[in-house]
């Protein structure tokens, strides 16, 4: 009898329980092998893919961890969510604040940087604790994305367009 292929589900449930079982905080892996700490619960949660490098330390960190899981975290990961996740109130807010200083934002990093975006790909994500100036704990979201320029789309720097105008050409022309 082949064995079921487990759901995304059920191996984030088994990683967050290794991660419960070793008492260690996100923000502690994460100083043991050199990450973020927003990037090893991305790669808890199978929202990122374990690189080879990256997999003995994080079996130092987490000695819990089974073959399987390390295998399992090394294949690319299905990077969804579930849309009530919206629901959760610390979701919810985050997304308020994204909606309530989008605008302003794109305009200062237009005004900084050109007609462009922050990449989510080439991007890093942390969060931290500071104590405010009244002495109450303060929440601290770094997004570190890499700026990608918009690009006017020429011609002669569509590649594929190219190949298509040589291949309609024929050989020898």
Known sequence: MESETPTKASV??????????????????????????????????????LKPETAPKLLA?????????????????????????????????????????GESIKEIVNEEFGDGIMSAIDFFCAVDKVKGVDGKDRVVLTFDGKYLPHTEHKVEHMVSRLKLQEDLKGPGT
């Not at 984030?12 to 090893?40: C, D």
């Not at 399992?72 to 985050?94: C, F, G, K, N, V």
């Open 61 to 101: 960190a987490l000695p819990g961890l089974t073959e399987t899981h390390i295998l399992q975290m090394a294949e690319p990961p299905l990077r969804s969510y579930d849309p009530t996740i919206i629901q959760d109130p610390t979701i919810y807010r985050l997304n308020e604040a994204v909606m309530h200083f």
């Open 12 to 49: 984030v449930s088994s990683l967050m329980a290794v991660k419960r079982n070793s008492g260690k905080t996100f923000s502690q892996i994460a100083a043991e092998i050199g990450l973020t700490n927003v990037y090893v619960a991305q790669l808890l949660r199978r929202q990122a893919q």
